[in-house]
Structures are given as structure tokens and as C-alpha cells.
């Protein structure tokens, strides 16, 4: 039978798991035999013994558990030689399938490593989004959950009530809520702090957005002109901006941060460092005791100030939390989602007959997260640079 291995993960900061007890006997009613490294769902509330009932083998080392694997599921990108105690990716067997968040992109040299180990790897986060794979978009589970888990994390560090509270000693003001990017991410943060009795706004250059906003209940605040009704990508993606459109929309959305008790910031480019939208003015003109939730702290923050993986409090008294990984600060929930998104694309890649994966080079999903194939980078955003 195929051997699928569910690894834990080792990167700093990492909490999520790649399978769960309920896709793990999915997957066996598949015909594949699951093996799961020993701890691996330990830090998404998941023990050893919960994959055991569900008729996975756990391994005692990430050795163990890779021995005659043919496909491998990982959150994050396997350690390589130098990066842990454990060479990840020197223990994965030639010809295996690897199936994770790589971050291809913003680490093109992983690809190379990848194609000289002879693995035939799928980056996720490069998912096509499209209507066919929306069940299988990574990027969109764990940004729905980082929205959510944002605007929690900041009611927690706001010093004052996020809905109106009417009391006999007087009466406590609605906290005034901006969000920058209303992807994913933004939109459900909008409509969190909307469920906490917030007043919220928002802003994107991307044109669909306007309507996104508004039909949460929030308002919208940008710059519309025709930069901004070319700011999508084909894929769906927000696509960088000019630097003049970034003057402009600084100069709109100044006066809305000023305003704000609580601004999240969510805005991402795909494999390119965050875009710098709260500058360092713009964070000095809010008031004492407001705060800044960074959610791109990952790839550098979208505010001039934040800094990755702490909680920074400026001179004039605001809060910005700039941690990283945010789907992971909620870990049970975000490995619940992942972990139904990477079986969902295995299991519709599935051949019944042969009991193993086809993953057909012409199919546009799987062109779109394919790196390697045949020790050699396939996919088109790298395979020049390789």
C-alpha cells in the first residue's frame, strides 16, 4: 500500500499539524497506509492516541516515519541541511510526492533543493483561484482564520470596550475599527469587529472591494481611479501598486487612521515583501492606547513600525502587534482547515485503480502548485531561474 507520512513541524513558531485524526482515516479508507511522527498534533490540541483510534501508525522520529514514504504532508517547508537538528528534506525518499505551504516563491532556491533530491513537490499557497479549487485554497482557510483571530488579539490589547457600552456611571464610545485589505483576511476581520459592536472601515485598491466592504456593514475609504480598476490580478491576487497610488491612498487613508482605536492591517503580494501602508507619521497620529495588528508581519508588516514576532509600544503609546504566524495562534481550528485542503486536492487527484495519486500536468491546479517533476523545476515562475 501507498505510505503517506504526516511530519511535525519543526520551523520556530509553528503550531498547526498537516493531517488530523478525521482526515487521517480518510485517507486510510483510501487504501493508503497513514504513519504520524510522534508530537505532531501535540500543539493542535491532537495526542498520539486520537490518530492511533482513527487506525494511523505513529512513528517515533521523523526517520521512522519517512521510511518508504511515497507521499509526505507538511505545513510548513521541510528543514534542509543547516536549517535544524533534523535534515528534513535529506530523509525523504527519492520520487516522493511533498505536499505544503513551501513558499516557493520568496525561497526559489528550496525548488532547486527539491529537484536535486529527486521529489516531486506541490507548493499550495501558489493554488490557482479558481471556482474548482476554492475547497482546496489553503491561502484562504488560514487567512480566514487569521482575520478572526486579529481583531480578537486586538479587542484583547485595546484598554477599552469594542462595542458601545451604556451604563448608569455613563456611557463607554464604540471602538473605531480600520482595516487595510479586504481580502480574505480583511473581510473577515471586518466582519468580526462588526460581531463585537465595532465601527469599522475599510480599505483596498482592489476594485472589487468597494462592494465587499460595504456589504459587511462597514465603510469604505481609497482612492478610486483606473490604477485601481487594474489592481487585481487573473488569479485574484492584489497586484503591487505605483508609488504614486500608494501617495494618494496614504494621503486618503491618513485621516481614517487618526481616527482609529484599533487599525489590522492585512495586505500581502504574493512572494514579494508587504507593502508599507501605516508609515511611521501615520502610526505618531493615533491616539495613546490604540493599536496596530499586523498581520503581514510574516513578510515584513504593512506598518513602518512593526517588528516581526513582537509586541512593540511606541513613545506616543500605541500598541502594534507585529506576531508571526497568525493561523497558528489558533491552532486547532487552522490544522482542522489545512488539513481538509490538503485532502481534498490529494483525493481529487486520486486514481481509485491504482490506488495512488495522478497529478496530470495539463490540469491547471496542478500546474499552478507544481514545482518539481523528474529532478527538475517545472513550474513557471521559477523554472527560468533554476
Request: hydrophobic share 50%; aromatic share 4%; net charge neutral.
Given at each position: 500500500m501507498?505510505?503517506?507520512a504526516?511530519?511535525?513541524?519543526?520551523r520556530?513558531?509553528?503550531?498547526?499539524?498537516?493531517?488530523?485524526p478525521e482526515?487521517?482515516?480518510?485517507?486510510i479508507?483510501?487504501?493508503?497506509?497513514?504513519v504520524v511522527?510522534?508530537?505532531?498534533g501535540?500543539?493542535s490540541?491532537?495526542?498520539?492516541?486520537?490518530?492511533?483510534e482513527?487506525?494511523?501508525?505513529?512513528?517515533?522520529?521523523?526517520a521512522a516515519?519517512?521510511?518508504?514514504a511515497?507521499?509526505v504532508?507538511?505545513?510548513r517547508a521541510p528543514l534542509a541541511?543547516?536549517?535544524?537538528?533534523?535534515?528534513?528534506?535529506?530523509l525523504?525518499p527519492?520520487?516522493a510526492?511533498?505536499?505544503?505551504?513551501?513558499?516557493?516563491?520568496?525561497?526559489?532556491?528550496?525548488?532547486?533543493?527539491?529537484?536535486?533530491?529527486?521529489i516531486?513537490?506541490?507548493s499550495?499557497?501558489?493554488?490557482?483561484?479558481?471556482t474548482?479549487?476554492?475547497s482546496m485554497?489553503?491561502?484562504?482557510?488560514?487567512a480566514?482564520?487569521?482575520?478572526?483571530?486579529?481583531?480578537i488579539?486586538g479587542a484583547?490589547?485595546f484598554?477599552k470596550g469594542f462595542?458601545?457600552?451604556?451604563t448608569?456611571a455613563?456611557?463607554?464610545?464604540a471602538?473605531n475599527?480600520f482595516?487595510?485589505?479586504a481580502g480574505?483576511?480583511?473581510?473577515q476581520?471586518i466582519?468580526t469587529?462588526?460581531r463585537?459592536?465595532?465601527?469599522?472601515?475599510a480599505?483596498d485598491?482592489?476594485?472589487a472591494?468597494k462592494?465587499?466592504?460595504?456589504?459587511?456593514?462597514?465603510?469604505f475609504?481609497?482612492?478610486?481611479?483606473?490604477?485601481?480598476a487594474q489592481?487585481?490580478?487573473?488569479?485574484?491576487y492584489a497586484?503591487?501598486?505605483?508609488?504614486?497610488?500608494?501617495r494618494?491612498q496614504a494621503?486618503?487613508?491618513a485621516?481614517?487612521?487618526?481616527?482609529?482605536d484599533?487599525?489590522?492591517?492585512t495586505?500581502l503580494?504574493?512572494?514579494?515583501?508587504?507593502?508599507?501602508l501605516?508609515?511611521?507619521a501615520?502610526v505618531?497620529?493615533?491616539?495613546?492606547?490604540?493599536?496596530?495588528?499586523?498581520?503581514?508581519?510574516?513578510?515584513?508588516?504593512?506598518?513602518a513600525?512593526?517588528?516581526p514576532?513582537?509586541?512593540?509600544?511606541?513613545d506616543?503609546?500605541?500598541k502594534?502587534?507585529?506576531w508571526?504566524n497568525?493561523?497558528g495562534r489558533?491552532p486547532?481550528?487552522?490544522s482542522?482547515l489545512?488539513?481538509?485542503?490538503?485532502l481534498?486536492f490529494?483525493?481529487?487527484?486520486w486514481?481509485?485503480?491504482?490506488k495512488?495519486?495522478?497529478?496530470?500536468p495539463?490540469?491547471e491546479?496542478?500546474?499552478?502548485?507544481?514545482?518539481?517533476?523528474?529532478?527538475?523545476?517545472?513550474?513557471a515562475?521559477?523554472?527560468?531561474?533554476?
Amino acid at each position: 500500500m501507498m505510505r503517506l507520512a504526516v511530519l511535525k513541524e519543526r520551523r520556530a513558531g509553528e503550531t498547526r499539524v498537516a493531517a488530523t485524526p478525521e482526515t487521517a482515516k480518510k485517507f486510510i479508507g483510501l487504501g493508503i497506509d497513514v504513519v504520524v511522527e510522534s508530537g505532531a498534533g501535540l500543539a493542535s490540541g491532537l495526542p498520539d492516541d486520537a490518530y492511533r483510534e482513527a487506525g494511523a501508525e505513529i512513528a517515533a522520529d521523523a526517520a521512522a516515519a519517512l521510511a518508504g514514504a511515497r507521499i509526505v504532508l507538511k505545513v510548513r517547508a521541510p528543514l534542509a541541511h543547516g536549517e535544524g537538528e533534523v535534515d528534513e528534506l535529506a530523509l525523504i525518499p527519492r520520487g516522493a510526492l511533498l505536499i505544503g505551504t513551501l513558499e516557493a516563491l520568496s525561497n526559489p532556491n528550496r525548488a532547486k533543493l527539491y529537484a536535486e533530491a529527486g521529489i516531486e513537490a506541490c507548493s499550495m499557497e501558489l493554488l490557482p483561484r479558481i471556482t474548482r479549487a476554492q475547497s482546496m485554497d489553503v491561502l484562504s482557510s488560514q487567512a480566514n482564520l487569521a482575520g478572526y483571530r486579529a481583531v480578537i488579539e486586538g479587542a484583547t490589547a485595546f484598554d477599552k470596550g469594542f462595542p458601545m457600552l451604556m451604563t448608569a456611571a455613563g456611557t463607554i464610545p464604540a471602538a473605531n475599527v480600520f482595516i487595510m485589505g479586504a481580502g480574505v483576511a480583511g473581510l473577515q476581520a471586518i466582519a468580526t469587529a462588526r460581531r463585537l459592536g465595532g465601527r469599522v472601515s475599510a480599505t483596498d485598491v482592489r476594485p472589487a472591494a468597494k462592494e465587499e466592504i460595504k456589504s459587511l456593514g462597514a465603510a469604505f475609504v481609497g482612492v478610486e481611479d483606473a490604477e485601481m480598476a487594474q489592481a487585481q490580478t487573473a488569479g485574484g491576487y492584489a497586484k503591487e501598486m505605483s508609488d504614486d497610488y500608494k501617495r494618494r491612498q496614504a494621503e486618503v487613508i491618513a485621516a481614517a487612521v487618526a481616527k482609529a482605536d484599533v487599525v489590522v492591517c492585512t495586505a500581502l503580494v504574493q512572494g514579494r515583501k508587504a507593502p508599507t501602508l501605516l508609515t511611521e507619521a501615520m502610526v505618531a497620529s493615533m491616539k495613546p492606547g490604540s493599536v496596530v495588528v499586523d498581520i503581514a508581519a510574516d513578510a515584513g508588516g504593512n506598518c513602518a513600525l512593526t517588528v516581526p514576532g513582537e509586541l512593540t509600544v511606541t513613545d506616543g503609546g500605541v500598541k502594534i502587534l507585529g506576531w508571526q504566524n497568525w493561523p497558528g495562534r489558533i491552532p486547532a481550528a487552522a490544522s482542522s482547515l489545512y488539513a481538509r485542503n490538503l485532502l481534498t486536492f490529494l483525493s481529487t487527484f486520486w486514481d481509485k485503480d491504482a490506488k495512488a495519486p495522478k497529478l496530470d500536468p495539463a490540469d491547471e491546479i496542478v500546474r499552478g502548485v507544481t514545482l518539481t517533476r523528474d529532478g527538475a523545476v517545472v513550474h513557471a515562475q521559477l523554472a527560468t531561474a533554476a
